[in-house]
């Protein structure tokens, strides 16, 4: 059976985002939403989801391009000289690897996002990251255990299987391969711990520009097991701090989630909306 998990990223950035994730669940297709627990908008978030017991609602984890819930003066490796976590992730990515207590810090701050979010007394439905840094080995490796120790029911395998057409010369097969051999390690891992898992994800090649139409494509390549699809909806363009980016169609995104022919749309295909704690 066809089952699919739309989900909303950033849930707790912004008011705007938190409109669109409530209408989009309560108006169209949207069944999950990822909280920023040091997000602006966190406590808005956090009353609209408490009046939304069907939203699966997961913690978005943020080690970068964001603000941490330890202060800076705990985690000095992993913050600027403004205490936000840093926009260079590659450097920061080496400095995990190489250095042990860089680890500990980033094991410190996974646990108390965690600790934040146990907080709300939200059910735990899902755990991902905000730009997909838990594909570090290393951060996935550290998140895991934490995810199984305080109740999630699944995590997003952030890997998308390639699906529009183009030429792939040698190099592309090759990061084709690695990937598939990075999602097949942290889908052992991961089920080890008794976590739930996507077979497959959508969204990463049109990441801010899930609009209808791309929508509709990409539920023509939903099948058998358990599929996600995630976005970035927002119910209006926003004067944030720290905006989007610039490319982003957060507002088109939001008119998809619930626009009358993608949900009919998924009707006619026999897609399942569910969430990981819904399953298949």
Wanted: hydrophobic share 40%; aromatic share 6%.
């Amino acid at each position: 059976m066809k089952h699919l998990i739309v989900t909303a990223d950033d849930f707790g950035r912004s008011t705007a985002i938190n409109e669109a994730v409530e209408r989009g669940h309560r108006e169209g297709i949207l069944t999950a939403a990822s909280l920023m627990v040091t997000g602006a908008a966190f406590e808005d978030a956090v009353f609209r989801a408490r009046r939304l017991p069907n939203l699966g609602v997961g913690l978005h984890v943020t080690l970068v391009d964001g603000v941490p819930v330890l202060p800076p003066g705990q985690i000095p490796d992993l913050v600027n000289a403004e205490g936000r976590f840093t926009k260079k992730p590659n450097l920061l990515g080496a400095k995990i690897f190489l250095a042990p207590w860089v680890r500990r810090q980033v094991e410190a701050e996974l646990r108390a996002q965690f600790e934040a979010y146990r907080a709300t007394g939200l059910r735990l439905d899902h755990v991902d990251s905000h730009h997909h840094y838990h594909l570090h080995p290393t951060v996935f490796r550290l998140l895991i255990p934490l995810a199984a120790e305080y109740g999630a029911k699944g995590v997003r395998i952030p890997i998308e299987p390639r699906w529009k057409p183009g030429r792939r010369g040698a190099a592309q097969r090759l990061s084709d391969a690695l990937y598939g051999r990075l999602a097949q390690a942290m889908r052992a891992l991961a089920e080890r711990h008794g976590l739930a898992v996507n077979d497959r994800m959508f969204g990463q090649s049109d990441s801010g520009r899930m609009t209808a139409a791309r929508l509709l494509a990409v539920l023509e390549r939903v099948t058998d097991g358990l599929n996600e699809v995630y976005c970035h909806p927002a119910s209006r363009a926003a004067a944030d701090a720290h905006p989007m980016p610039g490319s982003y169609r957060s507002v088109d995104e939001f008119h998809a989630l619930v626009d009358t022919s993608v949900l009919e749309r998924v009707r006619g295909l026999g897609i399942h909306l569910t969430t990981f704690s819904g399953g298949k």
